[in-house]
């Protein structure tokens, strides 16, 4: 039961529910409670159906393709970027700049959810814990997330609609400067190949 919380643990962080939350609501705070359900669960199965696949198919995948670790963050900073970058600048308010019919999917489900760090982390959890509690770990990590989308309305309802508004700027800024770091670390990781 120890190896399965230090197989958890790792994946909890690099999914990160409480950093995410607010990128959540700001793309869906003026969507109805019932489409909210619907995004949340769209997010995390979308999320779940893509680790899946790449806690058993991402290593060969990476390796046929010839991309390593540091060029998926890179690339995933990189999305995260335009996206943030896209709703800083927007004017309107956030979940009416993104397709609602595939909000859920991408951009949370991935990359927001399932990014560059979570898929790293399930290729190293694999390695060291076996597939099974790599599974069940991600399992458990998703329905926290999951959890804390459905009722994260409540939250923002205190805070009022100028808060929400407020907070899905701050949120982007955020995802910006993540999405930075992701391309430096990725960055950081192909020059140490290369020494």
């Not at 943030?84 to 004017?91: A, G, I, P, Q």
């Not at 076996?130 to 991600?138: D, K, P, V």
Request: hydrophobic share 55%; glycine share 8%; proline share 4%.
């Amino acid at each position: 039961m120890e190896n399965f919380w230090f197989c958890f643990i790792p994946i909890f962080v690099a999914i990160d529910p409480i950093g995410i939350l607010p990128f959540y609501q700001s793309f869906t705070y003026s969507f109805s409670y019932t489409k909210k359900r619907s995004i949340a669960w769209q997010s995390v199965f979308t999320a779940f159906l893509v680790t899946i696949v790449f806690i058993f198919g991402g290593k060969p995948l990476l390796r046929y393709l010839g991309v390593s670790v540091g060029d998926f963050m890179i690339a995933g900073g990189s999305v995260l970027f335009v996206i943030s970058l896209k709703d800083l600048l927007s004017s309107s308010t956030q979940g009416q700049t993104l397709d609602e019919e595939t909000l859920g999917a991408f951009p949370i489900g991935v990359p927001l959810v399932a990014g560059p760090a979570l898929l790293t982390t399930v290729l190293l959890t694999r390695e060291k814990y076996g597939a099974s509690m790599t599974i069940g770990a991600l399992f458990l990590a998703l329905t926290i997330t999951w959890l804390m989308f459905t009722f994260s309305q409540r939250l923002f309802e205190i805070i009022g609609k100028n808060g929400a508004q407020i907070v899905s700027k701050i949120a982007n800024l955020l995802l910006a400067a993540i999405a930075v770091m992701l391309m430096r670390e990725g960055l950081l990781l192909l020059l140490g190949h290369l020494s």
